[in-house]
């Protein structure tokens, strides 16, 4: 039986991006990145939604009489409802499409990252090719068609009185597992089938590293910005503590995990 696997705390995993130079660079340089590709696709869908609409939105009905006041205030709710929802979904589906381009520059920071902690039982990548980005980015477009799914699943099971709410943190809290122990999944290859399979196997400690990206993707439209700056340390946090069970999973006993343990610190 292989040894519990020590959980290793997120002021940690700060603490490691932080005191070292490349990590830190590196996280840096995807903030920027993730929130500028996130702001470029936020203006280039709103542009196109607004687009469809045409003038509509811009010519408002006469008020003069009591029909045209009721159409008025009709047409007035619906633009401000169509206003919210449409900026809403332009910056979810932005966000994906940043997550999926910067896909390959996350799974560096998470291989570096783990490279740093499992320090001579890390498992050496392949090598660094066009083939790779482009798989990294499959993978990245497919964990986000993914979770469009869960999103629309979350839509259906929120309207279940009493345990929907709960429901829906607890779908969004495995989602966001999923997005970041992906990086360190995909590094070995995982089919995404082995991915969610991981998922259920360490129920626990999927909803330990998702629960806090779960509840920062739920605060309305300033969740884009938070997320993308504690994306670097959460892909940091996730790729530590999926090494270190994974690393458990090959240790026969106590005596040798002290070692390794001794040996990453």
Do not use: C
Not at 178 to 198: E, H, N, V
Not at 238 to 260: H, R, V, Y
């Amino acid at each position: 039986m292989s040894p519990k696997p020590e959980w290793i705390p997120i002021s940690r995993s700060m603490i490691l991006l932080l005191s070292r130079k490349r990590l830190f660079g590196l996280s840096f340089i995807l903030i920027l990145i993730t929130i500028g590709l996130t702001w470029l696709g936020f203006l280039v869908t709103v542009d196109f939604v607004d687009g469809l609409t045409g003038d509509f939105w811009e010519n408002a009905p006469a008020a003069g009489t009591i029909w045209g006041w009721f159409k008025y205030h009709g047409w007035l709710i619906a633009k401000w409802m169509f206003l919210i929802v449409s900026r809403i979904v332009s910056f979810y589906f932005a966000f994906l499409l940043a997550y999926t381009l910067s896909t390959p520059g996350y799974a560096f920071l998470s291989a570096t990252a783990e490279k740093i902690h499992a320090g001579e039982d890390f498992d050496p990548d392949a090598a660094f090719t066009l083939g790779g980005i482009a798989r990294d980015i499959f993978e990245g477009i497919k964990i986000a068609l993914f979770g469009i799914v869960v999103t629309l699943a979350a839509l259906v099971v929120n309207f279940i009185p009493g345990i929907g709410q709960v429901a829906v943190i607890l779908l969004y809290s495995y989602y966001s597992a999923l997005m970041f122990i992906d990086y360190p999944a995909s590094r070995r290859r995982w089919s995404l089938g082995r991915k969610i399979d991981w998922l259920r196997t360490h129920g626990s400690s999927a909803l330990r590293i998702g629960f806090l990206p779960a509840l920062v993707s739920m605060i309305p439209l300033v969740n884009i910005f938070a997320i993308a700056l504690l994306f670097p340390v959460l892909t940091v946090h996730a790729t530590l503590n999926f090494s270190a069970i994974e690393l458990a999973k090959k240790l026969p006993s106590g005596p040798q995990q002290e070692s390794i343990h001794g040996k990453r610190d």
